[in-house]
């Protein structure tokens, strides 16, 4: 199974008013702390995996991340035994 979410612009804002940006970013954290599995680097963002437990949040998570980020790629792919979200963007500054 795999979700796919294509970027719509690539002006770098997000919808999100500033107190619900707030509450967004700790929706993430929750994720990572409760159901993460690590983050790694990727070509233009970053790669997260969670356990195959935490699906339904981080389908939900990603779907509302696409709505408001525009200039997102958000990709989520179930492996074996894990999800696979791939959260990308054409405009990301380069590496140092």
Do not use: K
Not at 61 to 88: K, P, W, Y
């Amino acid at each position: 199974m795999s979700t796919r979410y294509e970027h719509r612009h690539l002006e770098i804002a997000c919808n999100l008013a500033r107190s619900q940006a707030g509450t967004r970013a700790g929706e993430w954290q929750r994720l990572q702390a409760d159901r993460g599995l690590g983050m790694e680097r990727i070509t233009g963002g970053a790669r997260l995996w969670v356990e195959l437990e935490g699906l339904q949040a981080v389908e939900d998570l990603v779907r509302r991340e696409s709505e408001c980020c525009g200039f997102l790629d958000l990709e989520l792919s179930v492996q074996a035994d894990r999800v696979q979200v791939d959260i990308t963007s054409p405009v990301a500054p380069p590496r140092r």
